[in-house]
């Protein structure tokens, strides 16, 4: 009689779970083992989030099936045949002998599990800053469902001003969880802008909407302590690198997280440059019957051809999957990562998927871009709302690089559409000619990113020659002697304007060309361009050498406007 394959899996929030079920669908004799240290299984971290602003009534909606099952200990024994052990630590492995130490937390008590394969789905824990007074009361991390508790707690007693160090996802999206429950929030991030996987302009742009909705962000400032009241041991305020402080009621530190990959070392793992366990292809780690995937995990990364650590959920359930199918004797192969994300904040949506340009740039590349502002739908739909799309390509080959979509609309078509763009490694030419679906409760005829390619293909090729909304900016800070030209008509001029600009509508600058110097850089600016480029073609069509169009136009332009005549 055949002996059933041992497999144990050691975490049991997203990854673990995930390798389980599909160990269990590809053997049904197979003795399945997952050992978590916590008290919860399988829930949905991401969710934390909607959890605490409200929007998601219960923590147990976040731990069920789409059923209503609680995925509890219960649930795996009966449903899925799979022996979940919570309240678990593994504590080490032993490799030669293909066991793992394991101690009950509740009975103290220890004893080995033997393992024919092993998927570690360790997770990441919380980056906590060396930040001096860091021990003191209500400063917080946000990595469990005990977390979310502990953070609803200060809210329903009374807590109002919250400090938010790090301006990444997790960050960004507590930042709206606690703007719903009535808090003043203070975001604090030592780089130069929020999300630092978005561009400059583009996260400028998302900053001025989290400021509309009561966010104060303070970017270029490091937390250099926490401070306390004498005799209490609760924080109270947040010193900064400038000398200024903020008042604080509770503090969440949401600097990023490290891949939790210490039971790996210890047993000798190869561990990458970022921390996280290394694997191959296979998801397998450097002892063939050990596999990992999830957060603990280092990825390859299909542009770069490097390593990367991303810890995404979506990452973890499909590199699960992978690992499962192998650990069960099959071939099945993960390709990496583009590292695409996305998320809400209040009325914005955010996404990207690949190199954005600064990224791009340290690698070396020659690269030329588009930023292309439109309605997500025609204009004459009543649902259209406007997103702004920023495509990134190589200079010289036209081959994608990149894509950051913003706005109010949608988002999520257009970054997916590029993620499988970037896959099939497609030029701007390529993507602007891509059958897309259309009909106008969807997307304009072109819709945005075939727009957006069109355009690039136009700066590429030299019919267009396009100018930064940064590069403006920094051109109008330094003095130079520049001639801003805004071709928009009255009503749009009195809306908003850049300073020190001349306003002439399209539809007169035919007739009023010789009020238009030869002899300066001239930039052409409309709302999105559109008119800032027709706008440029009729000037070098008539002798106008130095003419750029501002990409983007006004609605991507970060910065401050002028109002009025």
């Given at each position: 009689?055949?002996?059933?394959?041992?497999?144990?899996?050691?975490?049991?929030?997203?990854?673990?779970?995930?390798?389980?079920?599909?160990?269990?669908?590809?053997?049904?004799?197979?003795?399945?083992?997952?050992?978590?240290?916590?008290?919860?299984?399988?829930?949905?971290?991401?969710?934390?989030?909607?959890?605490?602003?409200?929007?998601?009534?219960?923590?147990?909606?976040?731990?069920?099936?789409?059923?209503g099952e609680i995925r509890g200990a219960e649930y795996f024994k009966n449903v899925k045949a799979i022996t979940a052990l919570n309240r678990t630590e593994a504590l080490t492995i032993d490799r030669e002998n293909k066991k793992i130490r394991i101690k009950n937390l509740e009975t103290e008590t220890e004893c080995d599990l033997?393992?024919?394969?092993?998927?570690?789905?360790?997770?990441?824990?919380?980056?906590?800053?060396?930040?001096?007074?860091?021990?003191?009361?209500?400063?917080?991390?946000?990595?469990?469902?005990?977390?979310?508790?502990?953070?609803?707690?200060?809210?329903?007693?009374?807590?109002?001003?919250?400090?938010?160090?790090?301006?990444?996802?997790?960050?960004?999206?507590?930042?709206?969880?606690?703007?719903?429950?009535?808090?003043?929030?203070?975001?604090?991030?030592?780089?130069?802008?929020?999300?630092?996987?978005?561009?400059?302009?583009?996260?400028?742009?998302?900053?001025?909407?989290?400021?509309?909705?009561?966010?104060?962000?303070?970017?270029?400032?490091?937390?250099?302590?926490?401070?306390?009241?004498?005799?209490?041991?609760?924080?109270?305020?947040?010193?900064?690198?400038?000398?200024?402080?903020?008042?604080?009621?509770?503090?969440?530190?949401?600097?990023?997280?490290?891949?939790?990959?210490?039971?790996?070392?210890?047993?000798?793992?190869?561990?990458?440059?970022?921390?996280?366990?290394?694997?191959?292809?296979?998801?397998?780690?450097?002892?063939?019957?050990?596999?990992?995937?999830?957060?603990?995990?280092?990825?390859?990364?299909?542009?770069?051809?490097?390593?990367?650590?991303?810890?995404?959920?979506?990452?973890?359930?499909?590199?699960?999957?992978?690992?499962?199918?192998?650990?069960?004797?099959?071939?099945?192969?993960?390709?990496?990562?583009?590292?695409?994300?996305?998320?809400?904040?209040?009325?914005?949506?955010?996404?990207?998927?690949?190199?954005?340009?600064?990224?791009?740039?340290?690698?070396?590349?020659?690269?030329?871009?588009?930023?292309?502002?439109?309605?997500?739908?025609?204009?004459?739909?009543?649902?259209?709302?406007?997103?702004?799309?920023?495509?990134?390509?190589?200079?010289?080959?036209?081959?994608?690089?990149?894509?950051?979509?913003?706005?109010?609309?949608?988002?999520?078509?257009?970054?997916?559409?590029?993620?499988?763009?970037?896959?099939?490694?497609?030029?701007?030419?390529?993507?602007?000619?891509?059958?897309?679906?259309?009909?106008?409760?969807?997307?304009?005829?072109?819709?945005?990113?075939?727009?957006?390619?069109?355009?690039?293909?136009?700066?590429?090729?030299?019919?267009?020659?396009?100018?930064?909304?940064?590069?403006?900016?920094?051109?109008?800070?330094?003095?130079?002697?520049?001639?801003?030209?805004?071709?928009?008509?009255?009503?749009?001029?009195?809306?908003?304007?850049?300073?020190?600009?001349?306003?002439?509508?399209?539809?007169?600058?035919?007739?009023?060309?010789?009020?238009?110097?030869?002899?300066?850089?001239?930039?052409?600016?409309?709302?999105?361009?559109?008119?800032?480029?027709?706008?440029?073609?009729?000037?070098?069509?008539?002798?106008?050498?130095?003419?750029?169009?501002?990409?983007?136009?006004?609605?991507?332009?970060?910065?401050?406007?002028?109002?009025?005549?």
């Amino acid at each position: 009689m055949i002996e059933p394959k041992k497999i144990v899996i050691i975490g049991g929030v997203a990854a673990g779970p995930k390798a389980a079920a599909k160990c269990r669908r590809l053997d049904q004799t197979a003795e399945i083992t997952i050992v978590e240290k916590g008290y919860n299984f399988s829930y949905a971290g991401c969710g934390m989030p909607y959890y605490i602003s409200g929007q998601v009534s219960n923590a147990y909606e976040l731990m069920e099936t789409a059923t209503g099952e609680i995925r509890g200990a219960e649930y795996f024994k009966n449903v899925k045949a799979i022996t979940a052990l919570n309240r678990t630590e593994a504590l080490t492995i032993d490799r030669e002998n293909k066991k793992i130490r394991i101690k009950n937390l509740e009975t103290e008590t220890e004893c080995d599990l033997e393992y024919d394969k092993l998927i570690l789905g360790t997770g990441a824990n919380p980056a906590v800053p060396p930040i001096e007074g860091i021990k003191l009361l209500n400063i917080h991390t946000l990595h469990s469902i005990e977390d979310c508790e502990a953070l609803k707690n200060l809210i329903d007693t009374g807590a109002k001003n919250v400090v938010i160090v790090g301006g990444g996802l997790i960050g960004m999206e507590m930042a709206e969880a606690f703007r719903i429950k009535g808090l003043n929030v203070t975001i604090v991030e030592m780089l130069p802008h929020i999300l630092t996987y978005l561009d400059f302009s583009m996260a400028k742009l998302v900053e001025n909407h989290l400021k509309e909705k009561g966010c104060k962000i303070l970017t270029s400032l490091k937390v250099v302590s926490f401070g306390h009241e004498d005799g209490s041991i609760k924080v109270s305020r947040v010193n900064l690198s400038d000398g200024s402080s903020i008042q604080a009621d509770f503090v969440l530190v949401a600097s990023g997280v490290r891949p939790n990959s210490f039971l790996a070392k210890e047993a000798g793992l190869e561990i990458g440059s970022y921390g996280g366990i290394t694997v191959n292809e296979y998801m397998q780690t450097s002892d063939p019957n050990i596999y990992a995937a999830g957060d603990c995990v280092e990825y390859y990364n299909r542009q770069t051809k490097k390593n990367v650590f991303a810890p995404f959920g979506s990452t973890a359930n499909r590199s699960a999957r992978i690992a499962a199918i192998n650990a069960m004797g099959g071939e099945a192969k993960f390709p990496g990562i583009l590292i695409t994300s996305i998320c809400k904040l209040f009325d914005y949506n955010i996404g990207m998927t690949g190199l954005s340009e600064r990224e791009a740039k340290k690698m070396g590349y020659d690269i030329v871009s588009s930023v292309c502002p439109a309605p997500d739908k025609p204009h004459f739909m009543q649902n259209s709302k406007p997103i702004i799309v920023k495509v990134i390509a190589e200079k010289s080959t036209g081959k994608l690089i990149g894509i950051q979509v913003i706005g109010l609309g949608d988002v999520s078509k257009r970054v997916d559409i590029m993620a499988m763009a970037l896959t099939n490694e497609m030029t701007a030419f390529e993507l602007a000619n891509v059958d897309l679906a259309y009909a106008p409760p969807f997307s304009p005829a072109m819709d945005n990113i075939i727009t957006a390619a069109n355009v690039l293909e136009n700066k590429r090729q030299g019919i267009m020659d396009g100018i930064s909304v940064e590069e403006v900016y920094e051109k109008i800070e330094n003095g130079e002697d520049i001639f801003l030209l805004d071709i928009r008509g009255d009503e749009e001029w009195e809306w908003r304007h850049l300073a020190n600009s001349t306003h002439i509508p399209i539809g007169e600058l035919r007739n009023r060309l010789d009020e238009i110097p030869k002899d300066k850089e001239i930039i052409a600016y409309c709302k999105i361009s559109l008119r800032g480029y027709e706008a440029a073609l009729i000037l070098e069509a008539n002798g106008f050498e130095n003419v750029k169009v501002m990409d983007g136009g006004l609605l991507a332009w970060p910065y401050k406007y002028e109002t009025g005549k």
